[in-house]
């Protein structure tokens, strides 16, 4: 009865190994040859020595989130543009209806002043 | 490709709730003082009230429509806990409507996104798919994650958001894994074909779908705060502005014990033979955890967080057995908790805007003397929740213990009257609080914590009391006055929980 449960078994033990296959090898093969750059965890945006005093400003996020709002309704709107003629009317009330309410959020973050770089 | 038929009358509940949140944003943008302060509360129980028109218009007794291609089912079952939703959150906004929390994080948004968590809850319970009760689980949670960090200049609050999150987020990906193995091994994400599957092309003790069903279980008891998934509770609950601990308290239980009923007692019956005893085990732990944890606070957010994790027990109980007696015990004894909890919780609210002692137990002492209109309810509340007669929770212990006795799950009946014994340590120390000596009384000392500064509701002053505040002592009067009238006449209430287990189907 419990041998059903072997696959459970196996699958823990090849995410785990998996896992930390992934984290060492790199440790355990790569060369080493450190400098200055590539000892930051990023090589590219703000410097990342962050200190206590740093702040890194709330409207980053305020404009990234609304980029992947917007982005994704282009996600949903581009199947829906080149499938229309199939999809009908329905489909386009329903795409009416996603824009509206997004535009509804999109004038609230704007008159509350989310898109004001501060 | 054709368009999904939608039956616009039996979904209007969702859409008016819905619609309210949005209007509320919209309304929002108004900076008008009227409109903040009278408007946006007006519209969130305007749209609420609509929503609750609109459930008893489609009330059918006996009667399940399927809608949006078999998406949600409008039965009495979805309805009735709807309804109970309605109540919690018609509760939230007043007991809101003069908190400093709702201005300080912008009352249109404090009350949109109540109303979409309202929302979220009302599409979890009518949720026949598994689609749908993930959909519904998230629009419930993520607006709560937000709530709970409302007091947004109070480090606690924000501690309190963050760790429902983490938790919650673990909870929601739980659920997520037990779903996505359900459907898995039925082939159907619809609930009358996974049941339809068991059985016939899936074995009932199929490993897959065990290992879904234990994941999902899971998933949902960290919504439902059963042990031992409940660890997060004591600490959102404190750290929570209390009007969203009330609603979290009440309505989340009410909507994930919804949805467990309709999962577990019509979906997935015809294994209840397995996962039965995995539940009843649960149940012991949670009973036994629950009321242990709850004796030594000395926080009244904490002690209600302990006490409502022993509810959960007592609930998991009548989802066990997997009788219609069960599913009327369970959505009697939600509704029963309802207007005891929110009762309770009105009362700490009144006390920790003028209390220095904030919502520890001490802000109660001598309250019996100085306002005895906010000490009564909470007599009734706290009588109410040990189970005492001519409170209408005798009656919602007696429909579970009746429920798991004839259900053969007796051992479930045990735990129920021993936790109710235990309950009686720490609910009792309330009223003796209230109505006692203070010195005769032994408050355990919260170690480290200091006590809370609260700024005095506007108005109060010792002698106005509860008069200052007239919508938190109204609120909190007529809950104890319907505990008290259900407990003398519980037939009203009988008869809607019997037209609620009648609407699942799958019972002998």
């Keep these: 009865m419990l041998q059903a449960y072997l696959p459970v078994l196996v699958f823990v033990a090849l995410g785990v190994a998996i896992a930390s296959l992934f984290a060492s090898v790199n440790r355990l093969l790569g060369p080493r040859r450190p400098n200055k750059v590539k000892q930051e965890p990023y090589e590219c945006g703000l410097p990342s020595d962050v200190t206590k005093s740093f702040r890194f400003g709330l409207s980053f996020y305020m404009i990234a989130m609304l980029f992947i709002l917007f982005d994704i309704e282009v996600v949903f709107l581009y199947p829906v543009a080149v499938q229309l003629e199939a999809f009908g009317v329905f489909a386009l009330v329903e795409t009416a209806v996603f824009v509206a309410l997004l535009m509804l959020g999109f004038v609230f973050v704007w008159r509350r002043g989310a898109l004001e770089w501060k | ?508």
């Design chain 2, 1 to 508: 490709m054709k368009a999904p038929t939608i039956d616009y009358l039996a979904f209007a509940p969702i859409l008016a709730t819905l619609g309210g949140s949005l209007l509320v944003i919209a309304f929002a943008l108004a900076r008008a003082s009227f409109v903040q302060r009278v408007v946006l509360p007006g519209l969130a129980l305007v749209s609420i009230a609509v929503a609750a028109a609109f459930a008893v218009i489609t009330w059918e007794t006996g009667d399940q429509t399927t809608i949006i291609e078999g998406a949600l089912a409008v039965d009495a079952l979805a309805l009735g806990f709807s309804l109970l939703v309605y109540a919690a959150g018609i509760g939230a906004i007043a007991l809101s409507l003069r908190s400093e929390i709702a201005r300080d994080a912008g009352r249109g948004e404090y009350y949109a996104l109540l109303l979409a968590s309202i929302t979220g809850m009302t599409i979890l319970v009518a949720a026949e798919n598994l689609v749908t009760l993930f959909v519904g689980f998230e629009l419930l949670s993520i607006p709560l994650y937000v709530m709970c960090a409302a007091a947004v200049r109070d480090e606690r609050s924000l501690e309190s958001g963050l760790k429902y999150l983490i938790v919650g987020s673990v909870g929601s990906a739980t659920l997520l894994y037990g779903l996505a193995m359900i459907y898995g091994a039925t082939g159907s994400t619809d609930f009358a074909g996974i049941s339809a599957a068991i059985g016939t092309g899936v074995d009932a003790t199929d490993p897959l779908l065990l290992s879904g069903i234990a994941l999902a279980i899971t998933g949902l008891a960290f919504k439902a705060s059963v042990a031992p998934f409940h660890q997060w509770t004591p600490d959102v609950y404190e750290g929570a502005p209390t009007p969203v601990t009330a609603f979290m308290a009440v309505a989340t239980k009410i909507a994930a014990f919804g949805v467990i009923l309709r999962l577990f007692d019509d979906a997935l019956l015809s294994t209840q033979l397995q996962w039965g005893p995995a539940l009843a085990a649960l149940c012991w732990v949670t009973i036994i955890v629950g009321n242990v944890g709850a004796i030594g606070q000395s926080s009244l957010k904490r002690m209600l967080a302990w006490s409502g994790v022993a509810q959960a027990g007592y609930l998991l109980a009548g989802i066990v057995v997997g009788t219609r007696l069960g599913a009327e015990a369970v959505f009697f004894y939600l509704a029963v908790y309802l207007l005891m909890n929110i009762a309770a919780f009105a009362v700490v609210i009144a006390r920790e805007r003028v209390s220095e002692h904030g919502d520890g137990l001490r802000s109660l002492e001598r309250l019996g003397e100085a306002s005895p209109w906010l000490a009564w309810p909470m007599t009734i509340a706290m009588l109410g929740l040990a189970g005492f007669p001519l409170t209408a929770g005798f009656f919602g212990k007696f429909q579970l213990i009746n429920a798991t006795v004839s259900g053969s799950y007796e051992s479930l009946a045990i735990a129920i009257v021993i936790g109710s014994m235990i309950s009686l340590a720490y609910y009792l120390r309330v009223i003796a609080v209230m109505w006692m000596s203070p010195r005769e009384i032994e408050i355990p000392a919260a170690p480290g914590r200091a006590s809370r500064k609260v700024r005095p509701a506007e108005g109060w002053s010792p002698e106005a009391g509860a008069a200052a505040q007239p919508e938190v002592t109204a609120v909190a009067v007529l809950c104890a006055v319907l505990v008290l009238a259900i407990g003398i006449f519980p037939d009203p209430l009988f008869d809607v929980a019997r037209d609620v287990g009648s609407s699942l189907a799958g019972f002998l």
